[in-house]
Protein backbone atom coordinates (compact mmCIF):
# COMPACT_ATOMS: atom_id res chain seq x y z
CA UNK A 1 0.00 0.00 0.00
CA UNK A 2 1.40 3.64 -0.94
CA UNK A 3 0.09 6.35 0.41
CA UNK A 4 0.92 10.27 0.04
CA UNK A 5 0.58 12.81 2.69
CA UNK A 6 0.54 16.75 2.35
CA UNK A 7 1.12 19.13 5.38
CA UNK A 8 1.62 22.75 5.19
CA UNK A 9 -1.49 24.32 4.36
CA UNK A 10 -2.68 27.16 6.15
CA UNK A 11 -4.23 31.09 6.18
CA UNK A 12 -1.93 33.59 4.97
CA UNK A 13 -2.09 37.11 3.94
CA UNK A 14 -1.58 38.06 0.50
CA UNK A 15 2.32 38.69 -0.18
CA UNK A 16 3.03 36.03 2.58
CA UNK A 17 4.81 32.49 1.83
CA UNK A 18 3.56 28.82 2.83
CA UNK A 19 5.77 25.35 2.00
CA UNK A 20 3.66 22.21 1.26
CA UNK A 21 5.30 18.96 1.93
CA UNK A 22 3.95 16.03 0.41
CA UNK A 23 5.93 12.80 1.62
CA UNK A 24 5.30 9.20 -0.04
CA UNK A 25 5.65 5.77 2.12
CA UNK A 26 5.29 2.21 1.47
CA UNK A 27 6.24 -0.81 -0.72
CA UNK A 28 8.36 1.64 -3.07
CA UNK A 29 10.60 1.10 -5.44
CA UNK A 30 11.15 4.32 -7.31
CA UNK A 31 9.24 7.60 -8.18
CA UNK A 32 9.06 8.78 -11.47
CA UNK A 33 6.64 12.47 -11.57
CA UNK A 34 5.87 14.51 -8.76
CA UNK A 35 2.82 17.22 -9.20
CA UNK A 36 1.24 19.86 -7.34
CA UNK A 37 -2.40 20.40 -8.71
CA UNK A 38 -4.72 22.95 -7.19
CA UNK A 39 -8.17 23.18 -7.03
CA UNK A 40 -9.98 26.25 -6.19
CA UNK A 41 -13.97 27.11 -5.13
CA UNK A 42 -15.84 26.18 -8.27
CA UNK A 43 -12.80 25.69 -10.64
CA UNK A 44 -11.30 22.39 -12.33
CA UNK A 45 -8.54 20.98 -10.70
CA UNK A 46 -5.34 21.97 -12.52
CA UNK A 47 -1.75 21.84 -12.38
CA UNK A 48 0.80 23.79 -10.67
CA UNK A 49 3.95 22.53 -11.24
CA UNK A 50 5.83 19.01 -11.81
CA UNK A 51 9.31 17.92 -11.14
CA UNK A 52 11.12 14.72 -12.95
CA UNK A 53 12.95 12.23 -11.13
CA UNK A 54 16.08 14.23 -12.41
CA UNK A 55 14.80 17.65 -11.16
CA UNK A 56 13.46 19.08 -14.13
CA UNK A 57 10.90 21.53 -13.18
CA UNK A 58 7.90 22.95 -14.92
CA UNK A 59 5.11 25.44 -14.19
CA UNK A 60 1.60 27.08 -14.65
CA UNK A 61 2.22 29.97 -16.43
CA UNK A 62 0.11 31.55 -13.28
CA UNK A 63 2.86 30.50 -10.40
CA UNK A 64 5.37 31.15 -12.69
CA UNK A 65 8.44 33.15 -10.59
CA UNK A 66 6.41 32.47 -7.31
CA UNK A 67 6.45 29.08 -6.57
CA UNK A 68 8.97 26.56 -6.57
CA UNK A 69 8.88 23.03 -6.56
CA UNK A 70 11.83 20.70 -5.42
CA UNK A 71 12.08 17.12 -4.15
CA UNK A 72 14.37 15.02 -1.36
CA UNK A 73 14.74 11.41 -3.11
CA UNK A 74 16.14 10.00 -0.50
CA UNK A 75 12.90 11.15 1.74
CA UNK A 76 10.69 10.19 -0.91
CA UNK A 77 9.16 13.73 -0.59
CA UNK A 78 8.23 16.80 -3.45
CA UNK A 79 8.37 20.18 -1.75
CA UNK A 80 5.90 23.77 -2.88
CA UNK A 81 7.61 26.69 -1.62
CA UNK A 82 4.96 29.27 -2.54
CA UNK A 83 6.16 33.11 -2.15
CA UNK A 84 4.21 36.44 -2.94
CA UNK A 85 0.75 34.45 -2.31
CA UNK A 86 -2.38 36.43 -3.84
CA UNK A 87 -5.96 35.77 -3.26
CA UNK A 88 -6.17 33.58 -6.43
CA UNK A 89 -4.49 31.10 -4.92
CA UNK A 90 -7.03 30.20 -2.66
CA UNK A 91 -7.68 26.41 -3.37
CA UNK A 92 -7.28 23.08 -1.90
CA UNK A 93 -3.88 21.98 -3.16
CA UNK A 94 -3.00 17.85 -4.41
CA UNK A 95 0.25 15.88 -4.73
CA UNK A 96 0.27 13.43 -7.25
CA UNK A 97 3.07 11.37 -8.20
CA UNK A 98 4.07 8.38 -10.31
CA UNK A 99 5.38 5.41 -8.43
CA UNK A 100 6.81 2.51 -9.23
CA UNK A 101 5.47 -0.40 -6.63
CA UNK A 102 7.10 -3.26 -5.28
CA UNK A 103 4.92 -5.53 -4.10
CA UNK A 104 2.60 -6.22 -6.12
CA UNK A 105 4.76 -4.83 -8.86
CA UNK A 106 3.02 -1.77 -11.00
CA UNK A 107 3.26 1.52 -11.58
CA UNK A 108 0.17 3.96 -10.35
CA UNK A 109 -0.41 6.92 -10.06
CA UNK A 110 -1.30 8.32 -6.31
CA UNK A 111 -2.97 11.21 -4.87
CA UNK A 112 -2.56 13.33 -1.43
CA UNK A 113 -5.56 13.88 0.52
CA UNK A 114 -5.37 17.37 -0.28
CA UNK A 115 -4.45 20.28 2.20
CA UNK A 116 -6.08 24.06 2.43
CA UNK A 117 -4.03 27.31 1.56
CA UNK A 118 -6.28 30.29 2.32
CA UNK A 119 -4.63 33.74 1.24
CA UNK A 120 -6.77 36.57 2.23
CA UNK A 121 -5.83 39.66 4.62
Known amino acids: QVQLVESGGGLVQPGGSLRLSCAAS????????MAWYRQGPGAERERVAVITSDSSTNYADSVKGRFTISRDNAKNTVYLQMDSLKPEDTAVYYC???????????????WGQGTQVTVSS
Open 26 to 33: GSISRINL
Open 96 to 110: KADIVVRSPWHIGNY
